[in-house]
């Protein structure tokens, strides 16, 4: 009876100290030497196994990527990135069972210029993942931000995408592969060394002034997410990927979701955190390391001697409070300490996301937004929240118009010059026009940018060419033919 | 009395820029009443060699979410997270690896 409760607390005391001694839940005989998700504890070898069964599992279940295919990986450096590389790298060598079968470039995009980087960190920076690369044999290429001022406007434009290849395709041309090219393995091409590109320092000033001109860090941080999709996806076109690889970690995904949201991205989540991402037609990107959490990531980085660079980012050192993206960070963090199932759950749910398709398939670039490339979602329904939203800026904008208080700026538009209501209708119109153009959450980003003027020029002349077009359209919109003029074909 | 002793820290994946860039420390802990234990450590580290921004290093008694740490290339998750295990056998070097997780 009293004997109960001892017992009781003894075996509490038990469980709460467990010795290092523990053993691996796999083979059951090594020591354990990491703790993964909730209780799991695995030693080197069986947690080696896990962590690269897990990749070929993930390209295989989701059979996007076909065999012989070039695909472009984007590595930042960091410890996601190069872990996706170390694992392309080991699927691809002679002695992997069951070898992964396209062929990989490399691409990363030294960002020090919009992050504040002195020239001799870049330098470092890059001579150092240059090293890393160089080792792993595939073709390489460092691209320094500042080339995004220099993109064609083709980037934001919708290619049209290839036909869905029907779910039998990829068996047919795994069959086929396997018959041409027996086992030839290509070995590393030399290349002749691509001197690294020179950085202006004119284009560095530029980028800065058009980081600059967002005001909130959130905002800066969303804008230089875009620039680098673009840049990525225009270097995949132009050197031939048909596939782009991208190394966001489960972690990552989880507080990218979070964040989305609360951005107002909800309409682009499945995109933005799903395994594949078609939104710009002929290249897809794909997120192979998406079911790894950051610390398994971290731990076999460390235990199996991956070489990895410290990135500094936008949010490197700022506080908790500094951007949206950080405080999510920090909330799902601390959040995983005490409930370790925290960033599996929210990931399951983002695996249930889908997109739901609009009517027109037809990808009219009406249809799309000109930042993130994705379909807009600012339709605006009776008595949707958007509504709501939009009503309420109509009001505090005739508000304060009507008071020409230049220091009551108007609740929504800012539009830099903080003179008298009246003297700021061109900027006005400008933005609202650009704003009719971008997404929900785009449009915020823009309304924390002090001036368009600084985007470059690529996106300007893309916004003017379907400003042009829409007002084409409008003016010519009664001799349109449109699907409800069917009475014409019914007569029999 | 626990003697003095010789541990091994390894700061990595970004820690080191809160520590001047330096990722290896090699440090004696003096000897005290008290087993040390990784409470005490961090205090330690916080106290001697951490140069700046403690709220993104320490957070009350433990580190702050987000930062793993391995002790003698273990998860620290796999024993008690302050248990002394390995600090205080005396003299033992021990090697204590901090670093984030992004």
């Avoid at chain 1, 003894?10 to 354990?32: F, I, N, T, W, Y």
């Avoid at chain 1, 339709?379 to 009551?408: D, H, M, W, Y």
């Avoid at chain 1, 800012?414 to 026009?433: I, N, Q, Y």
Wanted: charged letters at 25%; proline letters at 4%; a negative charge.
């Amino acid at each position: 009876m009293c004997q109960v409760d001892e017992e009781y607390q003894e075996e509490l005391e038990r469980a709460d100290g467990p010795s290092v001694s523990k053993k691996c839940v796999k083979c059951k005989e090594a020591s354990a030497a990491v703790v993964i998700r909730a209780g799991d504890t695995y030693c080197r070898s069986c947690f080696k196994e896990y962590f690269i069964h897990k990749f070929r599992a993930m390209l295989g279940k989701n059979r996007v990527i076909f065999p012989g295919e070039k695909v472009l990986l984007a590595v930042s450096g960091g410890p996601s990135s190069c872990s996706m590389l170390s694992q392309v790298q080991e699927g691809l060598s002679q002695k992997a069972h069951k070898k992964l079968r396209f062929s990989p470039g490399i691409v990363h995009i030294d960002e020090g210029g919009a992050v504040g980087q002195s020239a001799e960190e870049r330098q470092r920076k890059v001579s150092e993942l240059q090293a890393v690369f160089k080792a792993t044999g595939f073709p390489f290429l460092i691209l320094p931000l500042e080339q995004v001022l220099d993109l064609p406007s083709s980037v934001v434009e919708t290619a049209l995408s290839p036909l869905e290849p029907p779910p039998s395709a990829y068996k047919a041309a795994v069959d086929r592969f396997n018959q041409t090219s027996s086992s030839d393995y290509l070995p590393p091409q030399e290349r002749e060394e691509k001197s690294l590109p020179d950085v202006q320092k004119s284009h560095t000033q530029l980028l800065q002034q058009l980081m600059g001109s967002a005001k909130t860090l959130t905002a800066r941080e969303d804008l230089l997410n875009t620039l680098r999709q673009h840049l990525l996806v225009h270097t995949a076109r132009t050197e031939g990927y048909s596939k782009l690889m991208l190394g966001d970690n489960c972690t990552r995904l989880a507080i990218k979701l979070l964040t989305s949201i609360s951005l107002g991205r909800g309409a682009q989540l499945a995109q933005d955190t799903g395994f594949s991402d078609s939104r710009y037609g002929n290249i897809i990107s794909v997120r192979p390391m998406r079911d790894y959490s950051a610390k398994e990531i971290a731990f076999y980085n460390h235990m199996f001697n991956v070489p990895a660079v410290v990135v500094a980012s936008l949010d490197t050192k700022t506080s908790e409070k500094a951007s949206i993206q950080r405080l999510t960070e920090s909330f799902v963090t601390k959040l995983q300490t005490d409930f370790p199932s925290t960033v599996s759950t929210i990931y399951r749910t983002s695996e249930k996301l889908q997109t739901a398709c609009r009517s027109s398939s037809s990808a009219d670039h009406s249809d799309r937004c000109l930042l993130c490339v994705c379909t807009l979602d600012t339709a605006v329904e009776k008595a949707s929240a958007f509504q709501a939203t939009l009503i309420s800026e109509q009001l505090s904008q005739t508000k304060s118009l009507g008071c020409r208080n230049p220091g009551q700026s108007p609740g929504g538009e800012d539009c830099g010059r903080a003179t008298s209501g009246g003297g700021c209708c061109s900027l006005t119109t400008e933005t609202t026009d650009l704003k009719s153009l971008l997404c929900y959450s785009c449009q915020l980003t823009i309304r924390d940018m002090s001036s368009v003027d600084h985007l470059p020029l690529y996106i300007l002349s893309e916004a003017q060419r379907r400003q042009r077009r829409a007002q084409m359209r409008d003016e010519i919109s009664e001799f349109l033919l449109d699907d409800g003029d069917e009475g014409i074909y019914r007569e029999v | 009395m626990a003697a003095p002793i010789a541990v091994h820290l390894e700061f990595g994946g970004g820690a080191e820029l809160l520590f001047n860039g330096v990722k290896e420390h090699h440090v004696t802990l003096p000897s005290q009443s008290e087993p040390w234990d990784m409470k005490q450590l961090l205090v330690w580290i916080q106290r001697n060699l951490l140069k700046e921004r403690p709220e993104l290093f320490v957070q009350g008694d433990s580190v702050r979410p987000g930062i793993l740490v391995l002790i003698n290339d273990a998860d620290w998750e796999l024993m008690n997270q302050n248990a002394c295990a390995c600090l205080t056998a005396a003299g033992l070097d021990c090697s204590v690896g901090l670093k984030p997780a992004h």
